[in-house]
């Protein structure tokens, strides 16, 4: 079974920098591609960023593109969202998720961490 567990969120002011972590186990790390994904209060989860398995591709939703970036350390079995510039419409619970090489959809999802930008 594969565990994912976020850490790094926080209280910030805008303008700032988070980075956040996943932490991936019970898989083989690199059959893995990674997202991030973030819900709002009220609203529904979406997604925010991803990494291809061989960490050669990344894709970002135009909101954060240019703030945020995605990276992977198959080392560490770690993932990571460095996020700068934040905004306060970047407060959000952000999860991470992991799907097997070739799936659609996500298969797995950490247990979220939140994220609060003060204006």
């Known amino acids: 079974q594969v565990q994912l567990v976020e850490s790094g969120g926080g209280l910030v002011q805008a303008g700032s920098s988070l980075r956040l972590s996943c932490a991936a186990s019970g898989g083989t790390f690199t059959s893995f591609g990674f997202g991030w994904f973030r819900q709002a209060p009220g609203k529904d989860r979406d997604f925010v960023a991803a990494i291809h398995w061989t960490a050669g591709k990344t894709f970002y939703a135009d909101s954060v593109k240019g703030r945020f970036t995605i990276s992977r350390d198959n080392a560490k079995n770690t993932v990571y969202l460095q996020m700068n510039s934040l905004k306060p419409e970047d407060t959000a619970v952000y999860y991470c998720?992991?799907?097997?090489?070739?799936?659609?959809?996500?298969?797995?999802w950490g247990q979220g961490i939140q994220v609060t930008v003060s204006s």
């Open positions: 998720a992991a799907r097997h090489v070739g799936s659609r959809d996500y298969d797995y």
